[in-house]
């Protein structure tokens, strides 16, 4: 989140002064790819805890999503604003799956019964 904050003020400013004169037309682009990227950031922290308690229940759903965002990015890629508003909507919608099968009671496994010292 801070380094989207910081994206979004500064970038106009360090792509005019640090790139060739024609990266300027990505400027507007520049904080809503950075706000893009922040549900795609917490959507991989949940996954990666998810995948290490062994709850895989939420691939199936991931792949059909990963699906949805190839299809989308077939058929709606008229320019750059539009693919990366896609690339916002496809990591929002990661985030909420995997927060989903993060907290859902359903996909809860049993607690380990601690074992007792001898």
């Known amino acids: 989140g801070m380094a989207a904050i910081g994206l979004t003020l500064v970038s106009s400013l360090v792509i005019k002064l640090g790139s060739k004169a024609e990266y300027v037309s990505i400027v507007p682009l520049m904080p809503l790819f950075s706000w893009a990227m922040v549900p795609l950031a917490v959507g991989n922290v949940l996954l990666n ?13 991931l792949a059909a999503v990963a699906v949805g965002y190839w299809f989308a990015l077939q058929h709606y890629h008229d320019s750059f604003k539009t693919v990366v508003e896609t690339l916002g909507v496809f990591s ?18 049993a607690q380990p019964v601690p074992e007792k010292a001898n």
């Open 49 to 61: 805890n998810l995948l290490a308690h062994s709850r895989f229940k939420v691939v199936p759903v």
């Open 92 to 109: 929002t919608l990661y985030l909420a799956v995997c927060a989903l099968f993060t907290w859902a009671p359903w996909n809860r496994s």
